[in-house]
């Protein structure tokens, strides 16, 4: 089974500029989520999709960042502007239906702002 | 509020010691319970899940972690630690609330292993 797949790997931009990173899910995953980790830190939720529709985005700093999810699939997830504290990896997770299942993970992308 | 705690930031230990790595959650009602790992410049790896039954649950990897729910604790063991093991583990708690299903991540151990 292919596994989360996300691009780019790695991301340097200027504070001010605008990023985008693109997941595309576990075929049959309803669920995605973005997740950001500073480094040293634990991932923190952004925002988590069911199907194309948002069911959370309280902890997605909405001035500057916005995500879709395009037909239940593929999901994009940008900044605009950067700012220098948004440096961090970001990595999307996907999961199917039940309760008694686990989240899989890509690989992430590290955003550096400079 | 639902939280995990690692209380350990950093644990070393020598090649072919045994390991614990500590995880504490705050929930109300029995969670299902993850380990990640999480190996430099990669995304995480479940390790092990415990959604019911025995309490002792074994992983890949040769990990093993035991829910004990007297103590709030899903603390993860392996026997003989190789030195590939170096990595940052995550504890995670799954939970439904206000009709969603999320996850909860701990703070995460950094494990370093020597020689």
């Known amino acids: 089974e292919a596994g989360v797949a996300q691009s780019p790997r790695y991301k340097i931009i200027e504070k001010r500029q605008s990023v985008a990173f693109w997941c595309n899910p576990i075929?049959?995953?309803?669920?995605l989520y973005w997740y950001q980790q500073i480094l040293g830190q634990g991932p923190k939720l952004l925002i988590q999709f069911q199907n194309n529709g948002v069911v959370d985005d309280s902890q997605l700093p909405k001035d500057r960042f916005s995500a879709e999810r395009l037909k239940g699939v593929d999901s994009t997830l940008k900044i605009q502007p950067a700012k220098l504290e948004d440096s961090a990896v970001y990595l999307c997770?996907?999961?199917?239906?039940?309760?008694?299942?686990?989240?899989?993970f890509g690989q992430g992308t590290r955003l550096t702002v400079v | 509020a639902q939280s995990v705690t690692q209380p350990d930031i950093h644990i070393t230990v020598s090649e072919g010691a045994s390991l614990e790595l500590r995880c504490n959650y705050s929930?109300?009602?029995?969670?299902?319970l993850f380990w990640y790992v999480q190996s430099p410049g990669q995304g995480l790896q479940l390790l092990l899940k415990y959604f019911s039954g025995d309490t002792l649950v074994q992983g890949i990897k040769g990990f093993e972690a035991e829910f004990k729910r007297s103590q709030s604790s899903f603390n993860l063991r392996k026997p003989s630690v190789h030195w590939s093991d170096a990595a940052e583990y995550f504890c995670a708690v799954g939970l439904l609330t206000s009709g969603t299903y999320k996850y909860i991540f701990g703070t995460g151990t950094r494990l370093k292993v020597l020689a």
């Open positions: 075929s049959g995953h309803a669920t």
């Open positions: 997770a996907t999961r199917s239906q039940g309760l008694r299942t686990e989240a899989f």
């Open positions: 929930y109300g009602a029995t969670p299902y």
